[in-house]
């Protein structure tokens, strides 16, 4: 559970103050002292004889937050009227809706939107069905599809407990590159079931973004649509984490004077992500990978490792080190984390090489928190919003998709991959580097525009967009 406050389990808590002095600055005096942190005061009322006021505390778990409304509701002078979560008040109804791209206002309108007009296109597009790009939803929707086997760091929580992340994605896609995004959660956990499914649906959509699919599933399932669909197909929990991982190190590397060829990685956990990351690295150049699972190392010679691990142990560990994350860790130039929390000490990080650098990113608790690994890491990245070098893939998903839609893309390349890693990079400028600076915001606006050109351009050169209309 999370131990700083954060937005996630905000209140906004309705008070009625008597309308004395000092009552205001008792009441944050008090949630100050059960550890709430007060983000806004909004909704001020002032009567006569009291003060009605709209208070937003975020606190760090669902005890916490009762904790803290206990704690206010033991103060003379203030009466707490109403309070809501505010993170399930966003999802109330859902946060993505349909609208309309144009009016229909009359008969003219209504014959070309749909009978008879429609039917015009719909011949056009049986003659050519190229066309379904151009003229249906198809040019820029997304279909978001996850079984429920994997969300988040709550593992196998089903299709319809995974609705309100797909639709955060959907929000995202929306939001940062102007793609729709559409969930599909699916209600199977059979590879082939998902499969026909996606291909089924396929007609509709533009692309197909793979989220929360199960490890090692995930793999065989995104294989097979890539084979089987001429529309791109994208895992974001592998590819966008891995393209965000390498777009952090290459800037990473500039601080500690490093280069990729030269340094030795460590990756603690070997899913999804862990696997992408091992990928996206050795075709960036880096040739010393040891990927570490619950048992130990991987490595080519242990005898229990699935398909996707025995990948990972023939082209990866060259030096077939072996036992516990804790034993490969000694010189290491990188520890790269996406597995659980707390899996390593200060005094193991103390046996990387000089200047490590570390991307802890298990969520909500990382493998090791910023504050153990301060003075011995030089660099150090989470997954979490509340600390510096936040990696998230919304740095990633939005452009890469925003870039395959527009340059007509068939497939994302390993070298579209590549060019985001760099586009995401470049983001941050060589004067503005810094150990807490090695990655933009997500907010940055200008990310998803830079992701999108360079995966469009990298498209083009990889040779897979559809041919260009006469």
Request: charged share 20%; hydrophobic share 45%; with cysteine.
């Amino acid at each position: 559970m999370s131990e700083t406050p954060t937005a996630a389990f905000s209140l906004r808590i309705r008070v009625r103050l008597a309308n004395q002095p000092g009552t205001l600055g008792r009441l944050a005096v008090a949630i100050g002292e059960v550890g709430g942190n007060i983000a806004a005061l909004e909704g001020f009322e002032a009567k006569q004889s009291h003060l009605d006021e709209d208070i937003i505390v975020n606190c760090s778990s669902e005890a916490h937050q009762q904790a803290v409304l206990e704690h206010i509701r033991g103060l003379e002078g203030i009466e707490v009227l109403e309070y809501d979560d505010r993170t399930f008040a966003m999802h109330e109804g859902g946060k993505i809706e349909v609208l309309p791209l144009m009016a229909v206002g009359d008969r003219d309108d209504l014959s070309m939107a749909y009978t008879p007009g429609v039917a015009r296109v719909c011949k056009a597009i049986e003659a050519d069905p190229s066309l379904a790009h151009e003229l249906t939803i198809k040019k820029n929707t997304v279909a978001i599809v996850s079984d429920g086997t994997a969300v988040l760091g709550l593992g196998n929580i089903g299709p319809q407990a995974a609705m309100p992340v797909m639709e955060g994605k959907a929000l995202l896609f929306k939001e940062f590159a102007g793609v729709d995004g559409f969930p599909i959660c699916i209600d199977t956990s059979s590879a082939d079931e998902i499969v026909e499914t996606v291909q089924r649906i396929a007609p509709t959509f533009g692309g197909i973004n793979l989220e929360d699919i199960a490890a090692p599933q995930c793999f065989e399932v995104e294989e097979r649509l890539k084979e089987l669909l001429d529309i791109p197909v994208f895992h974001d929990d592998q590819h966008g984490t891995a393209v965000v991982v390498l777009a952090a190190l290459n800037n990473a590397l500039k601080i500690v004077d490093k280069k990729m060829a030269d340094i030795s990685v460590v990756i603690a956990g070997v899913g999804a992500a862990g696997v992408a990351c091992a990928k996206i690295l050795m075709e960036a150049g880096v040739a010393q990978v040891v990927g570490v699972d619950r048992k130990g190392a991987i490595w080519a010679g242990r005898d229990d490792l699935n398909p996707a691990k025995r990948w990972f142990a023939e082209h990866t560990n060259p030096d077939k080190l072996q036992g516990t994350l804790a034993q490969v860790l000694p010189g290491a130039d990188v520890f790269i984390g996406v597995s659980g929390p707390n899996l390593i000490t200060r005094d193991e990080l103390a046996t990387m090489a000089h200047d490590p650098v570390v991307f802890a990113l298990a969520n909500p608790d990382p493998e090791i928190r910023p504050e153990q690994a301060a003075g011995i890491a030089a660099v150090i990245a989470t997954g979490r919003s509340d600390y510096p070098n936040q990696i998230n893939n919304v740095l990633c998903f939005p452009g890469i998709f925003r870039g395959a839609l527009d340059a007509g893309a068939t497939q994302i390349t390993e070298g579209m991959k590549l060019a985001a890693a760099d586009a995401i990079a470049s983001a941050v400028g060589d004067g503005e580097l810094a150990p807490d600076f090695i990655i933009p915001s997500v907010f940055d606006k200008r990310v998803a525009v830079l992701v999108a050109r360079a995966a469009a351009e990298a498209a083009v050169r990889d040779g897979v967009v559809r041919p260009a209309r006469a």
